[in-house]
């Protein structure tokens, strides 16, 4: 213990530059295992504080960190052998492992206390850690080598190679993942007969949509339920068609595209091949210059910006923001509300912004989403914002702030990871929304006094 605590004190020293010689730390085998067992018992810990419910462990995650240990290791002795001097090959990996450990502890206590920050800062933490991380390195090689700067600049290179070998190849997994559906209890599907169906179920599905009424700043629903692993998308979209039918006037003019099984007989399914379909159809039916179109995507989301559309055994592509505009452009419909819920859907914001265009998104580009679950009648974004804010009248983009600072209460609560949902509100369309919800409210008040 002694041992180690000396090691800790002299990273401590060679973080803060301060003079450090040999007789400050301590060389063993033992002190490596140690200090390896510590920094990947930390990482392990804050993994464990932000596991998402229902969480399993990964135990492929622990061989990213083996090979990541083990390239440094072998680095270490690479520059202990090029340099002939056998006690670089402990002495290198204890004194960086010394630096790294409070300075990795350091990082997650700052990103702890900035979770609901601009996710820029997350980014200059990142960077701030590197650096000084690569700093450590450097200074480091340049001690235990003699003080030679040839020598440290080429150990820090080789090290710096090693290192980010298995990040930039491999990646370093979370130690805690969310469990994989339990796909067994999953009715089984006749692909042929989905497949070959859809052309008919489509046409019938069209031709139920009743065309725009003159005048009237008509409003047409689209859901698109992308994941047929998890029932919760499926539920989240009839939700929504149901409350938009009722307060934004949209019955008859809207549809529902779903993954799951228990409804591939009597509904489309999502695929880019329909939703682009239904994207033309519906914009032969509007009038561009009053009619608005809402569409609703809910499914699981990926860090380069796809969105899931999984129907097993059906092969269907993934969503991108690119084909997702390329699509609704193609359809002529100008005014449009898109709301994403998914991890990773602010990505979509910045391929969809246009003038005329609302887009709401239930995380950040560089964040997860909460409330995949199978047995949930909601995600965490589709219950705050749907359930909770427009079923009971909320206007649009109020109804967006309210479920926004739900969600960072429920999450600081649950000590998860803020999602940090997205808006972005086209010029056009800011002015456009007060007088669509007006008339919408005026209709609602004619039909129903009591809503008056």
């Not at 000396?6 to 973080?15: D, E, P, S, T, V």
């Not at 990482?43 to 061989?63: C, I, K, Q, R, T």
């Not at 149901?242 to 019955?251: A, G, I, N």
């Not at 239930?362 to 997860?368: E, F, G, K, S």
């Amino acid at each position: 213990m002694n041992a180690l605590l000396m090691n800790l004190r002299a990273g401590q020293r060679l973080l803060l530059l301060r003079k450090l010689d040999s007789a400050d730390y301590r060389i063993g085998a033992d002190q490596l295992v140690l200090l390896i067992a510590l920094l990947t018992g930390l990482l392990f810990f804050a993994d464990w504080l932000h596991m998402p419910s229902g969480s399993e462990l990964n135990v492929y995650a622990f061989a990213d960190y083996a090979l990541l240990w083990l390239c440094g290791l072998f680095a270490a002795y690479l520059v202990s052998h090029w340099s002939r001097m056998p006690g670089v090959a402990l002495g290198l990996p204890i004194l960086i492992l010394s630096a790294a450990l409070p300075l990795t502890a350091l990082m997650l206590a700052v990103e702890e206390l900035a979770a609901n920050a601009d996710p820029r800062a997350m980014v200059w933490i990142s960077v701030g850690y590197w650096s000084w991380l690569s700093l450590a390195i450097a200074r480091a090689g340049y001690l235990i080598l003699g003080r030679s700067l040839p020598g440290a600049a080429g150990g820090f290179m080789l090290m710096a190679l090693m290192i980010l070998l298995p990040l930039t190849r491999v990646g370093l997994g979370e130690f805690w993942s969310a469990a994989p559906p339990d796909e067994a209890a999953l009715p089984a599907v006749d692909a042929e007969a989905v497949f070959y169906n859809q052309p008919a179920l489509m046409e019938r599905t069209l031709a139920a949509l009743r065309p725009q009424r003159p005048g009237v700043s008509d409003t047409y629903f689209i859901g698109f339920a992308g994941d047929a692993s998890q029932a919760v998308f499926a539920k989240e979209v009839a939700y929504a068609r149901t409350l938009s039918d009722e307060k934004l006037d949209t019955r008859d003019r809207s549809l529902s595209l779903v993954n799951n099984p228990a409804t591939a007989e009597a509904t489309p399914i999502a695929s880019v091949t329909n939703l682009n379909t239904a994207l033309r159809h519906i914009g032969q039916l509007m009038d561009p210059a009053e009619d608005v179109l809402m569409l609703f995507l809910t499914s699981h989301g990926s860090d380069d910006f796809e969105l899931a559309v999984n129907f097993a055994p059906l092969a269907l592509n993934p969503l991108t923001p690119a084909q997702l505009m390329a699509g609704l452009d193609a359809s002529g419909i100008k005014w449009r509300i898109i709301i994403v819920s998914a991890c990773y859907s602010g990505g979509y914001v910045a391929g969809l912004r246009d003038p005329y265009s609302v887009v709401m998104t239930a995380a950040a580009a560089d964040r997860t989403s909460f409330g995949c679950d199978t047995d949930r009648d909601f995600t965490y974004f589709g219950e705050a914002y749907f359930r909770d804010e427009l079923a009971q009248g909320v206007p649009l983009l109020r109804a967006f702030a309210n479920a926004a600072a739900h969600i960072a209460q429920r999450e600081r609560t649950e000590g998860l990871m803020p999602s940090l949902p997205q808006l972005f509100v086209g010029e056009e369309m800011a002015a456009r929304l007060p007088l669509w919800e007006a008339a919408l409210h005026q209709r609602r008040c004619a039909a129903r006094v009591s809503e008056c």
